[in-house]
């Protein structure tokens, strides 16, 4: 078993409705170290595809598929499957391969197509090739999310340098609205860089919760006191 992939945790989806073929193919791509998930029929693996998405489990990176399906055909599956998962690869298995299924299946978007009968080691290279794909993707926007991360912490910083002396001055008996304003543009800067992070969704709804006793500050209908001054200094920690 290959150590390669012992770290990937998205399935192949194979979907045959012979049973024994099913298994066949998962026995092989198991020999990869990879996981498989199997159906009979392309509306068993559409009602699996979505469970697994209700579910919030890992979601297969690839789909193989035979042609010759019950209730329809494998590029009728694939155009099903497309309309929510336009990115997702799908490969046609077929030992009835005319020039007819070939068109029809690329214009569908399949990805590829192996011939039956097929060699063990080209169904394996073919399903390497696109997981190694599906690892460079991930990783790639591991490090593009590293990257961005590391910009926005370094504009926050920035941004939150003098922030404490104005929220200070918010205690104010007048209370200029100049301040208010510098702190919400920093606020509001903040809750915008980390709106596009992936994890940045509760740093974004705290900002957002900022900008609101902010904007009741400035409207006079909430009267900043020593109890407010302690929570927006420990929203500012936070942020």
Not at 96 to 115: F, K, W
């Amino acid at each position: 078993m290959s150590k390669k992939y012992n770290n990937f945790k998205e399935p192949i989806l194979i979907v045959d409705d012979e049973k024994d073929l099913c298994d066949l193919l998962a026995e092989l791509i198991e020999e990869l170290g990879l996981t498989t998930l199997t159906a009979t029929s392309a509306i068993e693996g559409l009602e699996l595809l979505k469970t697994i998405q209700e579910n919030k489990k890992d979601f297969p990176c690839l789909v193989l598929s035979d042609f010759r399906l019950p209730e329809m055909d494998g590029v009728q599956f694939c155009a099903e499957i497309k309309k929510t998962h336009q990115s997702l690869p799908f490969i046609i298995i077929t030992g009835h391969l005319d020039t007819g299924v070939a068109v029809s299946g690329l214009q569908t978007g399949v990805s590829d197509i192996l011939e039956k009968p097929y060699e063990p080691q080209k169904l394996q290279n073919l399903v390497q090739k696109y997981v190694d794909a599906r690892i460079a993707h991930v990783e790639n926007e591991i490090k593009e999310t590293e990257e961005i991360t590391a910009l926005f912490v370094e504009e926050a910083v920035v941004l939150f340098e003098d922030l404490e002396k104005f929220i200070l001055r918010l205690e104010e008996e007048f209370i200029d609205p100049m301040v208010i304003d510098t702190i919400f543009r920093a606020v509001h800067s903040v809750k915008g860089g980390a709106a596009s992070l992936p994890s940045g969704k509760w740093l974004a709804q705290l900002g957002h919760s900022f900008e609101s006793c902010l904007s009741m500050i400035k409207k006079g209908k909430l009267q900043p006191d020593s109890n407010n001054m302690e929570l927006f200094l420990l929203t500012s920690d936070l942020c």
